[in-house]
């Protein structure tokens, strides 16, 4: 609601704060409908679509339990040891991070449901000195691993890309999905593997195996069946995507080859238009970022960016 106020509040003092003195002599100039096209500028934004894009991907692992699936499995092969579980715990964001462009939802919904029921096998328990057993460490490791995978990718987190756009918007600086984790890639792959042992050097669990982990997540997997036609076709579809973001990029716009599979998605039955129109954070999200991230706003942000300086 703010940014669209502040956008809609702009527009009408558009004389003064947009153009200068020269486009408003122009006598074909037209200041109302300039300054409406400065208002909706930015839901034309490549960078807002691809963040809307990316809450879809999100939406087909929650709906179809694609990410918890492959949470549970990487617990049950590398869960026996305290250490091998914290990098099945960073491994497991580090899948579902390219797809899911909230840190909040990607270990709130996904990752926190999953570890949150390892510590009781470990007779380990919240605000307690029994944490220390296992709690302390898996929560250190999750909170720290969504802070890597955040950073590695450009669609793991929203203010990626509203700061991609701010720079774009501002310098006209275009900074593609592929450019930025090709720079981030060396450090990231560094932290990934060094985060879940360091963190086992620092802050160690008092329990280094329990053999009741991987039976545990053996029984959830068990309960969520067989691997499903749509959890199969939302793996297709993201491979797919991810391929066209890095290799494609100079032939088809990152945001379009995200909405080309979420109407793949859509055909298949993968989601359906319900779970599109029903999701608010991701609606919430589009508007909130189309408002100050268009173009358009290249004039304004400019003089703010020299009135700052």
Do not use: H
């Not at 060396?186 to 802050?203: D, S």
């Amino acid at each position: 609601m703010i940014g669209i106020t502040g956008v809609v509040v702009i527009a009408l003092c558009s004389q003064w704060l947009l153009f200068n003195p020269a486009q408003l002599a122009d006598p074909k100039f037209k200041l109302a409908g300039a300054s409406f096209k400065w208002a909706v500028s930015g839901f034309g934004n490549s960078t807002v679509w691809l963040i809307f894009g990316a809450f879809m991907f999100a939406a087909g692992y929650d709906k179809t339990q694609f990410g918890r699936r492959l949470a549970l499995i990487l617990v049950k092969y590398l869960g026996r040891r305290s250490l091998t579980l914290g990098y099945a715990i960073t491994f497991a964001d580090l899948l579902l991070a390219p797809f899911t462009p909230s840190n909040t939802a990607r270990s709130g919904g996904t990752i926190y449901p999953i570890i949150a029921n390892l510590p009781p096998l470990y007779g380990s328990k919240p605000n307690d000195p029994s944490a220390r057993r296992i709690g302390s460490y898996l929560m250190w490791v999750a909170i720290t691993a969504a802070c890597i995978t955040s950073s590695m990718f450009l669609s793991a987190l929203a203010p990626n890309l509203l700061a991609l756009a701010l720079v774009k918007s501002i310098v006209g600086i275009n900074i593609s999905w592929g450019t930025w984790f090709i720079a981030f890639l060396p450090l990231g792959i560094l932290l990934i593997l060094a985060m879940p042992l360091l963190a086992y050097w620092f802050y160690p669990p008092e329990v280094k195996v329990n053999n009741e982990v991987p039976l545990w997540a053996a029984r959830e997997l068990e309960k969520l069946g067989k691997l499903s036609r749509n959890e199969i076709l939302l793996l297709v579809f993201v491979c797919f995507a991810l391929a066209m973001w890095i290799f494609a990029a100079e032939w088809i716009e990152p945001a379009l080859a995200a909405l080309l599979v979420i109407v793949l998605m859509l055909w298949t039955g993968v989601l359906s238009w319900s779970d599109i129109t029903n999701n608010k954070a991701a609606w919430n999200t589009f508007v909130w970022f189309a408002t100050p991230g268009g173009a358009g706003r290249r004039p304004l942000l400019y003089r703010l960016y020299r009135l700052a300086g």
